[in-house]
């Protein structure tokens, strides 16, 4: 079965520093990658996806994540944190086609942001 | 922007008793789906649902546990006797088509 390891469970920055949230799948084939964002008492945002093509994408609030299928990781980053950022970040994938509809999340990665 | 609600925010219930959590999908999707986040834990998936029927289900997903699209706009988990172990955050999303999927807020069901 595909699992995705999210090895931090707590980040600590500073604000303005840069941040790498790492991402590791089980899976045979090139899943669909996904990282969302989950504020305090907040749903799950969608920040980007990856489903082909160009390795690196950009999301939302000026994330950015490559997917590297030799390490068969889809790491998260962002150049320059803002407090705003203090959240819980999930990658997630989805594997199979046609019927297969389910995502499977990795256990989270809380990012604390220092002012 | 368009975005999936849920209602209510918060579930208390006694256990042994039914609960409906009410979901309102993005408009024009088409695939819905129920997951859940017990307390520290990952997001787990529960159902999936199109055209009216299931499509796909985890092992989570006993016969306690239905779905259901009673109208053109609402969707409902519907939890027939709960237990403590069904206390959780129970978010719903919904995708046009089966790859992106936009999450709710959730609600947060307390067995008690």
């Known amino acids: 079965a595909q699992s995705v390891t999210q090895p931090d469970i707590h980040i600590t920055v500073s604000e303005g520093a840069s941040l790498e949230l790492r991402c590791n799948y089980s899976y045979g084939a090139t899943p669909y990658l996904f990282w969302y964002v989950q504020s305090p008492g907040q749903g799950l945002q969608l920040l980007l996806k990856y489903f082909s093509g160009d390795t690196l994408v950009q999301g939302i609030k000026g994330f950015e994540a490559e997917f590297k299928r030799s390490q068969s990781s889809f790491n998260l980053r962002k150049p320059s944190v803002h407090w705003s950022d203090a959240a819980e970040y999930f990658c997630?994938?989805?594997?199979?086609?046609?019927?297969?509809?389910?995502?499977?999340f990795g256990k989270g990665t809380k990012l604390s942001v220092i002012p | 922007e368009p975005e999936v609600t849920q209602t209510p925010s918060h579930q208390v219930t006694q256990m042994g008793q039914e609960v409906i959590l009410r979901c309102v999908p993005i408009?024009?999707?088409?695939?819905f789906y129920w997951y859940r986040q017990i307390l520290g834990q990952k997001v787990e998936f529960l159902v999936s649902?199109?055209?009216?029927?299931?499509?796909?289900k985890s092992e989570i997903f006993d016969d306690q546990f239905s779905v259901e699209r009673p109208d053109g706009s609402n969707f409902t988990l519907k939890i027939r006797s709960t237990k403590l172990e069904d206390s959780a955050m129970y978010f719903c999303?919904?995708?046009?088509?089966?790859?992106?999927?936009?999450f709710g807020p959730g609600t947060r069901l307390t067995v008690l």
């Open positions: 999303a919904s995708s046009s088509v089966t790859d992106t999927q936009y």
């Open positions: 649902f199109y055209n009216n029927e299931i499509s796909e």
């Open positions: 997630a994938v989805k594997v199979g086609g046609a019927g297969s509809y389910q995502l499977t």
């Open positions: 408009s024009n999707h088409l695939y």
